[in-house]
């Protein structure tokens, strides 16, 4: 069984004069920047672990400590200047899973940064891989950001690097999110697609079928976007 999934909260103004007052950390530098494709960039900063990645209308920051593990600071449309992550809500987890019957997270401080590689696409993209290890469990979480547009495309490849098999993974979230309030109603919008059965590798592919779904946000309500035997975006 394998379930994928995100979850994104949208949380009620804080009244606190520090959450209302909070702004997002300042921007790297330009000589940070370690990939550049047209508007796309990515970035480094050696001295606080600390990855950027985006265009002139998206940027994604995150960052890891070694004693509070991998988590995701930033979440930002450049063209509006909104930070998407809440006030007050701490940082939000860039990974949580399930395999045993045991939960592991990415901000746990037992994951092990193990190092990171850019690669530029053919079609202009930038490709990012950030590598973690969790006892026998490696880690690779990739991100791409394509250049002049406001999407970097995510994912999450999990390796066993040990000599003993690793059973029932039953949970596997990419993201979770809580959502900086907002005076306009937010809607959430995702792609749903059905994935092939096993039986169906032995013949040609149908055209997927694909579903742009979409979901009102409310306060303090959470919205999970998972898939049993689908891809979900």
Known sequence: ????????????????????TATPPPDLTIGTIVARSGDAYIAYDENTQTWEI????IRR????????????????????????LA????????????????????????????GYSVKPQTNGALEL????????????LFYVTFPQTSIIEQWTVLENSGTTT??????LDSLS???????????????QGVSPTLADLK??????????RSIRLTERVGQTIESFARSSE
Not at 129 to 140: E, P
């Open 1 to 20: 069984l394998l379930i994928l999934g995100i979850v994104v909260t949208l949380l009620a103004p804080v009244q606190s004069v520090q959450a209302q």
């Open 54 to 57: 985006g265009t002139d209308g």
């Open 61 to 84: 920051r995150m960052d890891y400590d070694p004693t509070i593990g991998y988590r995701l600071v930033s979440f930002k449309n450049k063209l509006t200047n909104r930070e998407w």
């Open 87 to 114: 006030p007050g809500s701490g940082t939000s987890a860039e990974l949580r899973m399930q395999i045993g019957g045991q939960e592991i997270t990415g901000s746990a401080g037992d994951f092990l940064f193990l």
């Open 129 to 140: 891989d950030i590598s973690f290890k969790h006892k026998s469990l490696t880690v690779h």
């Open 166 to 171: 690793l059973y029932d993974l039953t949970a």
């Open 177 to 191: 999110v809580a959502v900086r309030p907002s005076a306009d109603p937010l809607t959430l919008y995702w792609v």
């Open 203 to 212: 013949r040609a592919q149908p055209v997927p079928t694909l579903r742009l």
